[in-house]
């Protein structure tokens, strides 16, 4: 049964059966996170998939694991505060999250990892890159940036919507909290087209594992980051997927970030910002990291 025949069929559980089982795992002194797994064929390298704000690492990734399985093993954790990640009362930091990751991946035993990052899950990859150098062959980048607001005006009032909506956010929808066009810009719309009943269904029930409040704090903390003073150092095979009719993350910003690192080879996808639940997306990221394992070789020391 083919991913679109899994997504119409919502009895069987059919699309089950496309997502790597999942499991708890705990990091000594930061919580439970949840990590779905995948082994690859023998000496395979392993990816890391780190999925967007207001996604879980099912949910971003869904059209992923069938093809990159056949060349890699699968690392895809909910990242703290979503879905089923670490619940914390710190206050979310991408940084946080990046070393939550790292320490998964220790336990896990993976040795170093392609890590991939789509929308949120850029700063992720790129601050474990920089803060935990051996555990990171090579980068794939989509949908992603080194900062996600263009000027001052912009990210100011998104990092205010973030840290009063954090403050005052308790328990409710998470709809009723988020501003219509940030939704549909960021996953509402393009998530409902062409993918009727069971996606919006499951899609809903990912969400609604979400910590709400830390919903808001990464909103804040996208608002502030950014990379543009080191991402030129990045020194290993990097490849980007930019999403040319963005509306979330500017293509102008994505090509900006691409060119800024060192021989990184650059994809375009003629698709917005929800990309990963297209049903070709699974084929272009797989032969983006394809790309990266060849240059990544020796540091994976996965044969070529």
Request: glycine share 10%; charged share 20%; hydrophobic share 45%.
């Amino acid at each position: 049964m083919s991913l679109v025949d899994a997504l119409r069929d919502d009895t069987a559980g059919a699309l089950d059966r496309h997502i790597p089982p999942g499991r708890r795992l705990h990091l000594p002194g930061r919580g439970d996170t949840y990590v779905r797994l995948h082994r690859g064929p023998a000496g395979a390298p392993t990816v890391l998939l780190l999925h967007g704000w207001l996604a879980t690492g099912a949910l971003n990734w869904f059209r992923c694991f069938e093809p990159l399985g056949r060349h890699f093993t699968l690392v895809a954790p909910d990242l703290r505060g979503h879905g089923r990640g670490i619940r914390s009362r710190r206050r979310f930091r991408l940084r946080d999250a990046a070393d939550d990751t790292a320490v998964t991946l220790e336990l896990l035993g993976t040795g170093p990892v392609i890590a991939v990052g789509y929308s949120m899950g850029g700063p992720v990859a790129q601050l474990l890159w920089r803060h935990h150098r051996p555990l990171v062959a090579g980068l794939v980048l989509s949908a992603t940036g080194t900062e996600f607001m263009p000027g001052n005006r912009e990210r100011y009032a998104l990092s205010a919507l973030g840290s009063v909506a954090a403050g005052t956010t308790r328990l409710g929808s998470l709809a009723a909290w988020l501003p219509g066009r940030v939704t549909r810009a960021l996953f509402g719309m393009e998530l409902s087209r062409g993918n009727p009943g069971m996606l919006a269904q499951w899609a809903r029930h990912e969400m609604s594992h979400h910590s709400v409040r830390v919903l808001f704090e990464a909103l804040h903390a996208l608002a502030n980051y950014s990379a543009r003073g080191w991402i030129d150092e990045i020194d290993v095979p990097t490849s980007v997927l930019v999403t040319e009719q963005d509306r979330a993350v500017s293509p102008t910003a994505q090509l900006r970030m691409a060119m800024a690192i060192p021989d990184a080879h650059i994809n375009r996808i003629a698709d917005g910002h929800a990309a990963c639940v297209n049903p070709d997306f699974g084929r272009k990221i797989t032969n983006a990291c394809l790309d990266v394992a060849v240059r990544a070789a020796p540091r994976t020391g996965a044969p070529t």
